[in-house]
């Protein structure tokens, strides 16, 4: 067998090898965790900064903001305004003096922020954490194999990732700033700097997304391979655990969705720097707007399910573990991801109904848009069977499992109001689908990653984090999360505009101030609250408490490898499977937990 | 949560209402019923000495049903909304002959009115120009010919639950009938590029009287 061989393959290697250009599937599922982390503080500090903007509208933010003093009277009195004082003697227009001068967010810089925030945390946060950290760690160890299918190309998918977020940081720095026609870059605002006055900004944004789908590409390629071919002996496909089931329909969905946006890029990248007209639309003829949402969209809506499903499948992990029980319809389970992933395909429409596109078409997106609460409900009511008559143990990863169900419960609800066509053409655009958007991103795929990351913590790191620290996160997090996006469907209802940097210019928006102001408040809490995970992240990597090797008494094969799991993950030939993956307090049985490779004594009980 | 919605003043604002109030109620009960039987599970099969959980694998009866329950559900919200849906944006539904035309255009960052005067021909010497202002005369019929010079904008009333973009070089036509005089704002709900923000027009709807007087000013003859 090849898989000694493989084994004997111990040699030691050099510093740079094993931490920076590794091979290991492991540790680039680790550097795509750290990468994601650090970009997630950038994502979120970018949205505090327009928060401020949206609570005390031309208002100097805290710290570097100037004094009341002097922007009236130029009488300067504290440390800011020496700043300030400085900035405005020298000829040449820095940065802060061009984008907030005196420390006020100009509106320009306002749409360059939200721009970035929705960029940074959809490209590279959650799908980085979600598909590259967890993909990674996860696919070898859980299916029983020794690295990925192609290891070079998984160091060069995390390498072009890094590439990608240094392009996406310079276009910060650029002169006409960064993008600043949204996330979604709606043509023509996008494809012709006149209309922004964003030159090259915008051209590295496409670029750095370019690049980003070529490591999603490398990525999901070596994931579907290793997927099909790789598994231990005995792992037929319906005993995968449904975390890996999860990653390998986004595989799909990515290989098949990233190249539409690559075209879209490159096409616009034409526009902007060639002077064709794919997307914009002159009186001689030339190219359509709505061509780019399309595009777009046809990959976006996929897009949105990559970053949900791997959630899906952490949180389908997790609370059997902790509920000690099966999970509840494990094919449908498999089914309704499939489902999801299907219909993912034929929706996109509905970012789309008041597009000008043809309202019949309309008529047939409302529909299939509609028919995606049935497998999201199968999931939920799945999730509450496992939990049903469980022994529920409520540890950190569990608790952020159930605030995962929870706040899936209310993202999905509120899908349904958007998915209505007439209803949608009063809340499009308005603060109700930030509210949606966020409820499933961060209410559902962030708090499956928080339970991820705490949960598997021990295997990857070989200590636990500290679980009071864990604890204070989850609730301060949970609390302020609910406090910053659930008046946003009011704001919505009201309908206040998303993408406006002072509400204050709107009469029928003014009465909203307090409700934006309380919104600002939480948020700035839920940001400081991120700052314990991560302390206690980094701090736990060398203090925290040592873990054994199977420290929550689960089933799947990554806690057959040792702790911290070598080179070749498992010691002596990879395992042989011999049931599903979760069977928990089955009858007759001492232990409650009965693992994987466990041979079968008894008639067969779960899987295939 | 509905007592938020601004008060409603177009002829088929009040069908966009009642689904609204139809889904909220639905979702309501739902949520209440999946959050309230979660947290009694929490409760009850939290985790006690001495107690193992109880095997339980699934249930294709349980699977079918939920499926089935839902599946009727959506089924049945869309089939309510296609009517309204059409009533709104289907050129075809509209009601024909309106009693106003107007152009709409869109540009950076300001909505251009133009009204097509006594020939009611839009591209003639007496059309007339206006700035951010629509002036409509109540419960009566009105087309806007929606487009726009430069990007996409997106005509907001939130009064008239009507939201529709406006696209560069594409002309669609949007109808609305408002019941209830006033002066109501018309955000720009597209991002437009910096001054999206404050982009922002005034529907004037007046009684046939003052409209009929508007118009007479404007075009003495």
Known sequence: ?608 | MLQWLPENISTFGQGVDNIFHIIYYITLVVFILVMGTLIIFLIKYRHQAGQKATYIEGSTTLEIVWTAATTVIVFGLAMLSYPQWNQIKSPNEFPANPDVLVQVSGKQFNWDMTYPGPDNELGTDDDLELENELHVPVNAVVHIRLTAEDVIHSFFVPQLRLKQDALPNRFINVWFEATKTGRYEIPCAELCGFGHSGMLGYLNVHSQADYDAWVKERWPQ
Not at chain 1, 10 to 16: D, G, K, L, M, Q
Not at chain 1, 92 to 116: C, D, H, K, R, S
Not at chain 1, 182 to 205: E, F, H, I, K, M
């Open chain 1, 1 to 608: 067998m090849h898989d000694n061989e493989h084994a004997s393959h111990h040699h030691e290697e050099s510093f740079i090898s094993k931490y920076i250009f590794s091979l290991d599937h492991k540790t680039i599922g680790k550097q795509f965790l750290i990468y994601g982390l650090i970009m997630f503080f950038v994502g979120g500090g970018l949205a505090l900064l327009f928060r401020w903007q949206l609570a005390y509208p031309e208002r100097p933010v805290p710290i570097i903001g100037a004094s009341e003093k002097y922007m009236e009277e130029g009488e300067v009195t504290t440390g800011a305004d020496k700043m300030w004082e400085r900035i405005y003697e020298t000829d040449e227009e820095e940065w802060l003096e061009v984008n907030m001068p005196n420390g006020v967010i100009e509106p320009a810089f306002y749409n360059m922020l939200f721009t970035m925030h929705a960029t940074i945390m959809v490209f590279f946060v959650v799908v980085p954490i979600l598909v590259g950290a967890f993909g990674n760690f996860l696919i070898p160890l859980m299916i029983g194999t020794r690295d990925m299918a192609f290891p070079i190309l998984n160091m060069l998918s995390f390498w072009l990732a890094v590439l990608a977020a240094i392009i996406m940081a310079i276009g910060f720095f650029v002169p006409g700033g960064h993008a600043a026609a949204g996330w979604t870059g709606y043509a023509p605002l996008s494809a012709d700097p006149q209309w922004t006055g964003v030159d090259w900004g915008q051209n590295l944004w496409a670029i750095s997304l370019l690049i980003q789908g070529f490591s999603s590409l490398v990525g999901s390629i070596n994931y579907i391979t290793t997927i099909i071919n790789m598994r231990a002996p005995g792992m037929t496909l319906f005993r995968m655990p449904l975390v890996i089931w999860s990653l390998f329909i986004v595989a799909i969905l990515l290989l098949l969705a990233f190249p539409v946006l690559s075209s879209a890029l490159a096409l616009l990248i034409f526009d902007r720097l060639a002077g064709t007209t794919f997307f914009t639309a002159t009186a001689e003829g030339g190219g359509d707007p709505l061509l780019w949402q399309h595009l777009f969209w046809f990959f976006g809506h996929p897009e949105v399910y990559v970053l949900i499903l791997p959630g899906m499948g952490i949180a389908s992990e997790l609370i059997p573990v902790f509920s000690r029980k099966p999970i509840f319809g494990y094919r449908s389970m498999v089914y309704a991801m499939i489902a999801i992933a299907f219909l993912g395909w034929i929706v996109w429409g509905h970012h789309m109904f008041q597009s000008g596109m043809q309202p019949t078409l309309g008529s047939a997106f409302m529909m299939t848009t509609m028919l995606i609460a049935v497998p999201s409900a199968i999931k939920t009511f799945n999730w509450l069977g496992t939990m049903y008559k469980g022994s529920i143990q409520f540890t950190s990863p569990m608790l952020h499992s159930i605030a995962f169900v929870s706040m899936f419960v209310i993202g999905g609800l509120s899908g349904i109001y958007m998915a209505n066509a007439p209803v949608d053409g009063f809340i499009h655009d308005t603060y109700y689908i930030v509210a949606h958007i966020h409820y499933v991103v961060f209410g559902g795929s962030l708090f499956a990653i928080f339970g991820g990351i705490i949960f598997w913590f021990p295997k990857m790191y070989g200590r636990h984090m500290n679980d009071v620290l864990n604890k204070i996160h989850f609730w301060l997090t949970f609390v302020a999360f609910n406090c910053t996006f659930f008046p946003m469907h009011i704001l919505g209802v009201g309908g206040h505009m998303r993408r406006i940097s002072n509400p204050m210019q709107y009469e029928f928006l003014q009465g909203f101030q307090g409700m934006n102001i309380f919104i600002t408040m939480s948020a700035f809490t839920l940001g400081a609250a991120q700052l314990i995970l991560v302390f206690n992240f980094f701090w736990s990597m060398s203090r925290g408490k040592v873990a054994e090797k199977n420290p929550w008494h689960v089933n799947t094969l990554e806690w057959e490898a040792p702790t911290p799991v070598p080179h070749g993950n498992f010691v002596g030939p990879v395992p042989t499977v011999y049931r599903g993956p979760y069977e928990y307090s089955v009858p007759g049985e001492e232990s409650d937990w009965i693992p994987q490779v466990q041979p079968e004594h008894a008639p067969a009980t779960g899987g295939d």
